[in-house]
T-cell receptor, first 118, second 111 residues
Framework: GAGVSQTPSNKVTEKGKYVELRCDPI?????LYWYRQSLGQGPEFLIY????????DSGLPNDRFFAVRPEGSVSTLKIQRTERGDSAVYLC????????????????FGEGSRLTVL | RKEVEQDPGPFNVPEGATVAFNCTYS??????FFWYRQDCRKEPKLLMS???SGNEDGRFTAQLNRASQYISLLIRDSKLSDSATYLC????????????FGAGTRLFVKA
């Protein structure tokens, strides 16, 4: 498809379980971002990748959260030992970074994965 | 202090009104600035970039004041379809392409 694709669109799990959320970015986009959005809040930065490497993971809330992008395209956000507070919409975005040190590239978002931890 | 702060609103305005949103950012080294729009239960989408000289796109005008670390968005002649959440977005200048979103300002335009 032409846009950013996220799966699953909805995930309901029990506290303590392991969850994986997948993001398939726009083809050719080098940058990939993960955000978490709770009701009534803006997207909260988690991590972003340039290519295969995590360029900035300062937003990951704790070591239960981990993300990979092994081939520089699809990314997976992994959450271990889920807690009720992890319930949110997890948004993925990709961007074709342009030039220099400034971010002049638009972020294109997927529709998100809604995670509910019971 | 949050890296990006916005007035959460909501702003309730009649059609045809002019409405302004404000945003402040904490890092003076911030490099790039944007406004995104998010409709209810949808993903954010770029509305416009914000340039140092200010820029306009139809009914929308964005301005940047680096000295005050302040960004604004002005919407003229509001339409019902402008009802949405407006997100202030900043590259905080910590290196690379990290992009931070504000909490958003909700706008309701009523007939």
């Amino acid at each position: 498809g032409a846009g950013v694709s996220q799966t699953p669109s909805n995930k309901v799990t029990e506290k303590g379980k392991y969850v994986e959320l997948r993001c398939d970015p726009i083809s050719g986009h080098t940058a990939l971002y993960w955000y978490r959005q709770s009701l009534g809040q803006g997207p909260e930065f988690l991590i972003y990748f340039q290519g295969t490497g995590a360029a900035d993971d300062s937003g990951l809330p704790n070591d239960r959260f981990f993300a990979v992008r092994p081939e520089g395209s699809v990314s997976t956000l992994k959450i271990q030992r889920t807690e009720r507070g992890d319930s949110a919409v997890y948004l993925c975005a990709s961007s074709s970074l342009t030039s220099g040190s400034s971010n002049t590239g638009e972020l294109f978002f997927g529709e998100g994965s809604r995670l509910t931890v019971l | 202090r949050k890296e990006v702060e916005q007035d959460p609103g909501p702003f309730n305005v009649p059609e045809g009104a002019t409405v302004a949103f404000n945003c402040t950012y904490s890092n003076s080294a911030s490099q790039s600035f944007f406004w995104y729009r998010q409709d209810c239960r949808k993903e954010p989408k770029l509305l416009m970039s914000v340039y140092s000289s200010g820029n306009e796109d139809g009914r929308f005008t964005a301005q940047l004041n680096r000295a005050s670390q302040y960004i604004s968005l002005l919407i003229r002649d509001s339409k019902l379809s402008d009802s949405a959440t407006y997100l202030c977005v900043v590259n905080p200048g910590t290196g690379g392409f990290k992009t931070i979103f504000g909490a958003g300002t909700r706008l309701f335009v009523k007939a």
